[in-house]
T-cell receptor
Framework: NAGVTQTPKFQVLKTGQSMTLQCAQDMNHNSMYWYRQDPGMGLRLIYYSASEGTTDKGEVPNGYNVSRLNKREFSLRLESAAPSQTSVYFC?????????????FGSGTRLTVV | GESVGLHLPTLSVQEGDNSIINCAYSNSASDYFIWYKQESGKGPQFIIDIRSNMDKRQGQRVTVLLNKTVKHLSLQIAATQPGDSAVYFCAEFSLSGGYNKLIFGAGTRLAVHP
């Protein structure tokens, strides 16, 4: 009964380094999302995937890329990390076709770019 | 320590009192709303939802009220307990960019004092 699993939980990067944040869900949800959370700014959508094989930009996509590897996995990549990308990143999934529009969130990845 | 919530509005209540957390939403066409609770170091967790054809919905110790006229949502927590201390987010399900997505408010921190 894992729900949404994110790895790693913590990461420190140097400016210019790249990394991929991993996310997997075991609820057979079609839709998956990546959010970032900064102090006082709530959750802002980076990218989302309405279904396997599709991805779309959210509110703050610049500096990020995503891959919907299969129905379970949705990864977020930072090609050249910048200090402005220091944040807590959350992955979420949902299954709106069932009439339940709520999202299930992972526990987050705390990223620091120095 | 937890950085999320440092600059958010804070509601301080005594243990045992009732709490009311308010939220203004932006899109008059939104037809579904959710309250999430986020404890320190964790991802947001679903508390309660309400559809636009309702003005009140009750859960266990929580009640959500919806006033569509003024686009206002509130979360009432009865007999607040220390375990209720967290950041609370309202979210509206809104059509944006051709796809329905949850749009989150900035959040309110609830601090429960013994």
């Amino acid at each position: 009964n894992a729900g949404v699993t994110q790895t790693p939980k913590f990461q420190v990067l140097k400016t210019g380094q790249s990394m991929t944040l991993q996310c997997a869900q075991d609820m057979n949800h079609n839709s998956m999302y990546w959010y970032r959370q900064d102090p006082g700014m709530g959750l802002r959508l980076i990218y989302y995937s309405a279904s396997e094989g599709t991805t779309d930009k959210g509110e703050v996509p610049n500096g990020y890329n995503v891959s919907r590897l299969n129905k379970r996995e949705f990864s977020l990549r930072l090609e050249s990390a910048a200090p402005s990308q220091t944040s807590v990143y959350f992955c979420a999934s949902s299954e709106p076709s069932g009439g339940n529009y709520g999202y299930t969130f992972g526990s987050g990845t705390r990223l620091t770019v120095v | 320590g937890e950085s999320v919530g440092l600059h958010l509005p804070t509601l301080s209540v005594q243990e045992g009192d009732n709490s009311i957390i308010n939220c203004a939403y932006s899109n008059s066409a939104s037809d579904y709303f959710i309250w999430y609770k986020q404890e320190s170091g964790k991802g947001p967790q679903f508390i309660i939802d309400i559809r636009s054809n309702m003005d009140k919905r009750q859960g266990q110790r929580v009640t959500v009220l919806l006033n569509k006229t003024v686009k206002h949502l509130s979360l009432q927590i009865a007999a607040t307990q220390p375990g209720d201390s967290a950041v609370y987010f309202c979210a509206e399900f809104s059509l944006s960019g051709g796809y329905n997505k949850l749009i989150f408010g900035a959040g309110t921190r609830l601090a429960v004092h013994p």
